[in-house]
């Protein structure tokens, strides 16, 4: 489906060029982009600099859930409207948030790497006639009979699991923490070396969120054995990866790519669209962000 109300740029490489050397290039004047798309994969933050060099913006719109890439508050001064995927790709994610989880409980990647490095295995013989994010996740591990508590800055009144608000009390009574909250200044190491022991050596930690949730002691703590593995699609300085991680077996590593289906990619694109078509007909964004 092709826009109706608005015309697409050519793709600003922002590893090639700077906007100020794009816009050159291809002769363009600033003062005709009222939108941007921006995908969180590109290194650049949107912030003063980019809304400096165009003076007209008047709507971001990013292909990710998290913003922490966007500087909100030079957007709300500017009276610039972000829109973000919304909740598309919590389905995708807790998909993949629970099959960590009970990958790092089985064991299987140490398992698969035994079959690898021997070449032979005797197989048995037999026959044989995946804020919205969290709650999914939740419902998901529901099924299997656990027992679910939540943190959050505030006891929710629609939720009946367990409340914790505070993270060393929430690891005291865990087997496992999910990670699915955004990164901001208040959820920056959460899970910190007090957590990790609390937790104990038994534990498990998954994170589908940002690897900035955790404090850094994550890998020697798995390495020492004060908790008993993790799942983790995100890091720190991707696609780098801590080379510590690559050879332990209560870890199982994701390239971030929990929301890479070929459905949720479809989806997304559609959703930009849709954000650039209301937009543009005067109507609020399909999935607005709040900015106070």
């Not at 859930?65 to 790709?89: F, K, M, P, W």
């Not at 890479?260 to 990619?265: C, D, H, M």
């Amino acid at each position: 489906m092709s826009p109706q109300n608005y015309s697409l740029s050519k793709p600003w490489n922002v590893n090639s060029l700077t906007l100020e050397q794009f816009m050159v290039e291809n002769q363009y004047d600033p003062s005709m982009f009222q939108a941007l798309i921006f995908c969180p994969l590109c290194p650049l933050p949107i912030n003063k600099m980019v809304f400096q060099l165009l003076p007209c913006l008047k709507v971001v719109v990013t292909t990710s859930t998290g913003v922490n890439h966007i500087d909100l508050s030079e957007c709300q001064c500017r009276g610039i409207q972000v829109a973000n995927v919304g909740s598309l790709y919590s389905e995708d994610v807790a998909d993949v948030a629970v099959a960590l989880l009970i990958g790092v409980l089985t064991s299987i990647v140490a398992a698969d790497r035994f079959v690898r490095a021997t070449m032979q295995f005797d197989f048995p013989q037999a026959s044989y006639s995946k804020e919205a994010l969290a709650w999914k996740v939740a419902k998901r591990l529901e099924a299997f009979g656990c027992i679910i508590l939540y943190l959050s800055r505030k006891k929710k009144p629609f939720i009946t699991y367990p409340f914790y608000s505070n993270m060393l009390e929430l690891a005291s009574n865990s087997d496992a923490l999910v990670l699915c909250c955004p990164l901001n200044e208040e959820t920056r190491h959460m899970v910190n070396k007090e957590v990790m022991l609390a937790l104990g050596n038994k534990g498990v930690i998954v994170n589908v969120g940002r690897w900035s949730l955790i404090d850094e002691e994550l890998v020697n703590c798995l390495i020492e054995g004060h908790i008993g593995g993790a799942g983790l699609d995100v890091f720190e300085n991707e696609p780098n990866v801590p080379q510590q991680l690559l050879v332990l077996d209560n870890v199982i590593l994701s390239p971030h790519n929990a929301a890479f289906t070929n459905e949720t990619f479809m989806a997304a694109t559609q959703l930009v669209e849709d954000n650039l078509e209301a937009f543009f007909s005067n109507k609020s964004p399909v999935t607005p962000i709040k900015l106070n």
